[in-house]
Every structure is written in structure tokens, then in C-alpha cells.
């Protein structure tokens, strides 16, 4: 089992939808989790955090949170052409004597048509 | 302005040679990290440090190496020995990283190697 998993995609929805994207990740243990947003062809830029159970909201964006079941999610509310782009999923993986360490999913692309 | 500057953006190397990515941050964070993407996928972990003259490998960190010897700077040297060196490599940086817990990355611009 990967560390931290997501659907590949491409997720595609219509202008104006909810776009959810999902990840999984194997360390019970993990606290902390984060989504970022990459352009192609650019570094990734940091779109929401969430330590806590529960969700989390900054305007359009919301994060879920669900330690028992082991997924984070975030939901993209209004979707706009502008927010296509690759969504990375990173959570801290914790390792016996080395600290914790940010591990990334291989990122979800989301496709908005107009 | 604070943040990470990655240098050069484009860097060309043949096959065989030493090649050393730079990165600075004056972000005055403690972490540093280094990650691998290749085209469709994420982001591989090669390298990370949690305080100056300290560093852990991260999951790919064979044919690569690297320095802390100051908290502002991270350079990672693509050696000869890393088989497939063409690929985006990007820097990051944060204030915390313990055993459970991070505080966000803040990520540099990236540079680009190419080996032929």
C-alpha cells in the first residue's frame, strides 16, 4: 500500500460544480495534512490545511478530515476554468527515529469546462 | 520579500558530470526538503533536514546528496550515480517539522535539469 494515495483522474466537471477529490494515506499516527494546487509547469502552491477532524473552509475550498478512515478530502465549490489544474494530497508520515517526513500523492488533475 | 529562491531555472548537464541545484530561503525556517517530479507524477522525496548540519534520506535519495551548513541554504548535488537525473526538482522549506507534525511547505520555483 502507497503511503499516500489519490486518483490520478483527469476529474473533469462542468463550470459552476462541486469538484471532490479524495487521498488516502497508511500512517494512523499522521497529524498533519495538506492540499496544494500546481499549475503545469510550476511549483506547487499551498491551498488549505487541516490538523483536526472534521472540515475546514476558506471560501470555495473545504477540507475534510476523517483519522478513523484514514482520508482527507477537498471539495471545490463553483468550480472555474481557472481551478484546473493537478491537485497534490502531502501528509506527514511518521518514521521510528528520523523525525516526520511531508509525502505526496501522485496528484489528482482536475479539469473545469467552461 | 521573504521566500525560496531555486537557481538556476534551466539547467543542462551531459551524462557523467556532477551537477549542484542551489537553494536559499530567508524564510528563517528550520526545515528544508528536497523533492523529485517526474512528468505525471508527484512529488518524491530525495532529501530533507530538520536543523543545520543535519539531514535524513528521504525515498529516493540514491545517486543524490547534500549539505546544511548554514539554515538559509540546501544544496543538492546530482551525482553521476543517479540513473535517470532528468526531472523537475523542487525546494522546500518550513517552520516545524517533528515527528508527527508539519507546518506547511512553502516550495521555490524549481529547476528544470535536463542530462543528455
Known amino acids: 500500500q502507497k503511503e499516500v494515495e489519490q486518483n490520478s483522474g483527469p476529474l473533469s466537471v462542468p463550470e459552476g460544480a462541486i469538484a471532490s477529490l479524495n487521498c488516502t494515506y497508511s500512517d494512523r499516527g499522521s497529524q498533519s495534512f495538506f492540499w496544494y494546487r500546481q499549475y503545469s509547469g510550476k511549483s506547487p502552491e499551498l491551498i488549505m490545511f487541516?490538523?483536526?477532524?472534521g472540515d475546514k473552509e476558506d471560501g470555495r475550498f473545504t477540507a475534510q478530515l476523517n483519522k478513523a478512515s484514514q482520508y482527507v478530502s477537498l471539495l471545490i465549490r463553483d468550480s472555474q476554468p481557472s481551478d484546473s489544474a493537478t491537485y497534490l494530497c502531502a501528509v506527514n508520515i511518521r518514521i521510528y527515529n528520523q523525525g516526520g517526513k511531508l509525502i505526496f500523492g501522485q496528484g489528482t488533475e482536475l479539469s473545469v469546462k467552461p | 520579500d521573504g521566500g525560496i529562491t531555486q537557481s538556476p531555472k534551466y539547467l543542462f548537464r551531459k551524462e557523467g558530470q556532477n551537477v549542484t541545484l542551489s537553494c536559499e530561503q530567508n524564510l528563517n525556517h528550520d526545515a528544508m526538503y528536497w523533492y523529485r517530479q517526474d512528468p505525471g507524477q508527484g512529488l518524491r522525496l530525495i532529501y530533507y533536514?530538520?536543523?543545520?548540519?543535519?539531514?535524513q534520506k528521504g525515498d529516493i535519495a540514491e545517486g543524490y546528496s547534500v549539505s546544511r551548513e548554514k539554515k538559509e541554504s540546501f544544496p543538492l548535488t546530482v551525482t553521476s550515480a543517479q540513473k535517470n537525473p532528468t526531472a523537475f526538482y523542487l525546494c522546500?522549506?518550513?517552520?516545524?517539522?517533528?515527528?508527527?507534525?508539519?507546518?506547511?511547505?512553502?516550495f521555490g520555483n524549481g529547476t528544470r535539469l535536463t542530462v543528455t
Open positions: 522546500a522549506s518550513s517552520t516545524v517539522a517533528s515527528v508527527s507534525y508539519n507546518s506547511p511547505l512553502h
Open positions: 533536514s530538520q536543523i543545520v548540519n543535519d539531514f
Open positions: 487541516i490538523y483536526s477532524n
